[in-house]
T-cell receptor, first 116, second 113 residues
Framework: AQSVTQLDSQVPVFEEAPVELRCNYS??????LFWYVQYPNQGLQLLLK??????LVESINGFEAEINKSQTSFHLRKPSVHISDTAEYFC??????????????FGRGTSLIVHP | KAGVTQTPRYLIKTRGQQVTLSCSPI?????VSWYQQTPGQGLQFLFE???????NKGNFPGRFSGRQFSNSRSEMNVSTLELGDSALYLC????????????FGPGTRLTVL
């Protein structure tokens, strides 16, 4: 069974500082990896995803994540954060089972708190 | 395209009652998944429906059930409510493959007194 570990439950940072949110996954098969963001009183929305190909994936708002298959990690980074980036971030992993179905697994989330 | 909608947005019930939550997926999506989100347990998978059939199920008691209609709309039912059922219930729709993005609704906040 696959699992996802988000190593930090909360990450405080000052505005314009760089940030890294850590995510490790366990799986012995090919996986798909996702980062979702949840703003207060809203559902989750996709930030970026890795399906195959380049190990580095980027989002439109400056976030990027790089898959490291040897370390089974998929850390999320941003070189300079804004107040508006304050939110809960979820790492998720899924794969296609032989029967054609999938079971997505989410990490427990990391609360990014950006201070002015 | 309209997003995923969930009704009601807020609900207050007492222990022992039952509740039904509704989710309307994005048009064309055949897969609907339900999640329970709490501060202590994070995001936990309840079940997934695909073309009116329950395809995957999480580790929740039988008090939690669901169904999906021919138009892909889904309902989730919780019977004999317990205090611990207080949570944000999120529904997500998609095309139903492992590489697919899940599109989440805003959730239904259930409070059990």
């Amino acid at each position: 069974a696959q699992s996802v570990t988000q190593l930090d439950s909360q990450v405080p940072v000052f505005e314009e500082a760089p940030v890294e949110l850590r995510c490790n996954y366990s799986s012995s098969v090919s996986v798909y990896l996702f980062w979702y963001v949840q703003y207060p009183n809203q559902g989750l929305q996709l930030l970026l995803k890795y399906l195959s190909g380049s190990t580095l994936v980027e989002s439109i708002n400056g976030f990027e994540a790089e898959i490291n298959k040897s370390q089974t990690s998929f850390h999320l980074r941003k070189p300079s954060v804004h107040i508006s980036d304050t939110a809960e971030y979820f790492c998720a992993v899924s794969y296609t089972e032989s029967g054609g179905s999938y079971i997505p697994t989410f990490g427990r989330g990391t609360s990014l708190i950006v201070h002015p | 395209k309209a997003g995923v909608t969930q009704t009601p947005r807020y609900l207050i019930k007492t222990r022992g009652q039952q509740v039904t939550l509704s989710c309307s997926p994005i048009s064309g999506h055949r897969s609907v998944s339900w999640y329970q989100q709490t501060p202590g347990q994070g995001l936990q998978f309840l079940f997934e429906y695909f073309s009116e059939t329950q395809r995957n199920k999480g580790n929740f008691p039988g008090r939690f059930s669901g169904r999906q209609f021919s138009n892909s709309r889904s309902e989730m039912n919780v019977s004999t409510l317990e205090l611990g059922d207080s949570a944000l219930y999120l529904c997500a729709s998609g095309h139903g493959t492992g590489s697919d993005t899940q599109y989440f609704g805003p959730g239904t906040r259930l409070t059990v007194l």
